[in-house]
């Protein structure tokens, strides 16, 4: 390939990666929600690591296209070594505990990657959903480490960096785990922008194609798989450094099944689809749990159906609604792309 098409196709790529009107806009509110509504740190808490939490699911669903009904088991390992690090004082520094969750939890997606890279839609929902079983099931046989079905209690949380103590009002875990979700954010949109990203999307449109042209598929499957279980694991560290508190409920089919209605909310593939729709879930839930305590799930469920019956198209796993609004709006201020020109004989 000439180098002016090389330069011309590299300028094409950075200006897609720039940020958009709406994307400062999005940040800001969350920003001010820390100021403005102090007394709903606690909810706001739940929102932040569950965004995390949809984000890395997004990452494989999104844009490779493998879906997951056992997320959870990353998000439970994370979640049960950040609470054992901190019960028995192996690592004091809650970051540095974040880390190595997030760490073991990518170290568990590599070693079952291999697993869903093979077969259709329905294998990959069934082996993952066994493994997240299997991992609470190893959780529920050894309570002397866990604290089996009675979860791991006595967990004491140091203060971040030694100077910042959680409180009871959520206010420094609130801050804690917003600051945590925009660097992994920041991260996650460098990967999805990058030359790894674009080929990511033609393996999940097309595998055999993109194989015909040189990408290695199984490599970039199993790259972002390990990369979106150390998100997962991360979020459940979030959640047992918040609450400090661990039990089995984070390896539950429920968990992972919350998360994939989170993205039918937000969609996918645009990485705000998770953040938005935890957003979104998670207020609905705290509403209607108010109204009506012992039939919330009812009204959610009643919701969703009519979500995906009246627009049908607009929340499906490949375009979401609020990505049709978001991107009809971001495309007025999106600044002009100059069209990548192709020399007569260069490409097909």
Known sequence: MPPALVGKVAHR??????????????????????????????????????????????????????????????????????????????????????????????????????????????????????????????????????????????????????LFQFDIFGHVAYAYCLIVLFILFLLARRVVYSPFGLSLRAVKGNPLRAASIGISVNARLVTIYTFAAFYAGIAGALLAQTTAFASLDVFSFERSADLLLVLIIGGTGYLYGGLIGAVIFKLMQDWIANLTP???????????????????????????????????????????????????????
């Open 13 to 162: 790529l950075a200006t897609r990666a720039r940020w958009r009107l709406l994307e400062y806009a999005f940040w800001l509110a969350a920003l001010a929600s820390f100021f403005l509504l102090p007394n709903r740190h606690l909810i706001l808490t739940e929102i932040a690591w569950l965004a995390l939490f949809a984000l890395s699911l997004d990452l494989i669903l999104g844009y490779a296209g493998i879906i997951s009904l056992g997320h959870a088991a990353f998000f439970g390992l994370g979640s049960y070594l950040a609470a054992l690090l901190a019960k028995h004082g192996i690592v004091n520094e809650p970051v540095l505990a974040l880390v190595l969750s997030g760490l073991c939890a990518a170290v568990l997606g590599f070693a079952t990657s291999f697993l869903v890279l093979r077969g259709s839609d329905l294998t990959r929902l069934m082996v993952t959903l066994g493994v997240a079983l299997i991992m609470r099931e190893i959780a529920n046989q050894i309570p002397d480490i866990t604290g089996g079905a009675d979860g791991l209690q006595g967990v004491v949380i140091a203060p971040i960096l030694g």
């Open 294 to 348: 012992q039939y919330w799930q009812f009204w959610i469920g009643l919701v969703l159906v009519l979500i995906v019956l009246i627009g049908r198209d607009r929340i499906a796993l490949r375009t979401g609604g609020v990505r049709l609004l978001a991107e009809r709006i971001t495309r007025r201020f999106a600044p002009a792309a100059a069209p990548v020109a192709v020399p007569p004989g260069e490409g097909s």
